[in-house]
């Protein structure tokens, strides 16, 4: 199945847009951004729903106001509305003591959003695509990760009051390169993307490749793992919530009580997953695992997990005190 088809049937099986829709997508300039603008273009032809442009200069290269007049020149040619605007992503990486890639991220979605409300948008469209998807996936396990991480790149969440979609998330890199070709579209490349510095650039250039080269199918099957596993979560999700209300009360301080004759009736996973949700700051396995295996012992006291979070332990209750609500 070629890019254009997994497109059209990643927005009808998954619902993502219908004809009242107002879809803002964020375009860079990219390969994988230029796709995604002309696809959602073609299906204005058909479904009929409002399409506008953001574009963003995050002034990090010479370059990079230059892309943003190609974003332009494209979105005039297609004859669909794009606003743009200069990020200082520097100088908000040093004020708030981020990785470039982590503000530069940060800064692009309050933009998005502020536009996005702006036009009366209700859907935000990104260009992930499956080896976005793949690559994330393998970042998680590395860093070490649960079920969260090995569901990828969803291609739907809630974002503000409207939803963030990634109709291009089954699509594998190689498909979008063909589209373009065979659509005649130029398209620009970030030469930092050819860096092996970053985590992610070294992923995709060094280990991925390897993996293909075992098996070709890779990146799609890591992909339908994703999906799998994200379904499984939803579920896992729902049994969590109900099982949270029956064991815990949250005080008007921000204490949380919780009845641990009911929470150690669960299974494991459930356990597990309740404490992750409950654990706002430091929120890491080894404390996940930790809290846990303390809540199941026989011990009273006090667990201290970091400065911002402990635990009190009485018998058949624990409570959760953290610093953001209260003094410790």
């Known amino acids: 199945m070629r890019a254009w088809e997994k497109f059209k049937k990643s927005i009808v099986d998954n619902n993502l847009i219908t004809i009242n829709s107002a879809v803002l997508v964020a375009v860079s300039g990219g390969p994988d951004s230029v796709c995604l603008l002309h696809m959602f273009w073609r299906l204005t032809k058909t479904l009929p729903f409002k399409l506008y442009v953001a574009t ?34 520097l100088k908000y990486s040093k004020k708030h003591k981020l990785s470039l890639e982590t503000a530069g991220r940060q800064m692009r979605y309050t933009a998005l959003e502020k536009y996005a409300k702006l036009f009366k948008c ?42 963030l979609i990634r109709p291009l998330i089954s699509v594998e890199r190689n498909e979008i390169l063909s ?15 050819k860096s092996i510095e970053f985590t992610r650039n070294k992923i995709r250039k060094a280990i991925i490749p390897v993996f293909e080269s075992i098996n070709p199918l890779f990146v799609e099957h890591v992909f339908k793992l994703s999906r799998i596993v994200e379904a499984q979560n939803t579920v896992l999700n729902s049994m969590a919530q109900s099982a949270r209300e029956r064991c815990l009360k ?25 404490i992750k949700d409950l654990l706002s700051y430091g929120r890491t396995s080894n404390n996940i695992e930790k809290t846990h295996r303390w809540l199941c012992s026989c011990e009273n006291g ?23 609500n209260e003094k410790i």
Not at 77 to 86: F, G, P, T, Y
Request: with cysteine.
């Open 56 to 89: 963003f200069d995050h002034a990090l290269r010479k370059n990079s106001a230059g892309e943003v007049a190609f974003v332009q020149k494209l979105c005039s040619r297609l004859e669909v509305k794009c606003v743009s605007e200069k990020l200082e992503v």
């Open 122 to 163: 209700d859907k935000i469209a990104t260009a992930h695509n499956a080896n976005d998807n793949a690559e994330t996936l393998l970042m998680w396990l590395i860093r070490g990760t649960g079920l969260d991480g090995l569901a990828g790149i969803p291609i739907r969440r809630t974002f503000s009051n409207m939803e």
């Open 179 to 193: 589209y373009l070709k065979n659509q005649k579209l130029k398209y620009r490349i970030d030469p930092s993307n």
């Open 250 to 274: 949250v005080a008007k301080n921000g204490r949380i009580f919780l009845d641990l004759r009911r929470f150690l009736e669960y299974n494991k996973l459930l356990k597990l997953r309740i």
């Open 302 to 324: 006090t667990l201290v997990l970091n400065k911002s979070t402990q635990i009190i332990k009485k018998t058949n209750q624990a409570v959760f005190v953290f610093k953001k």
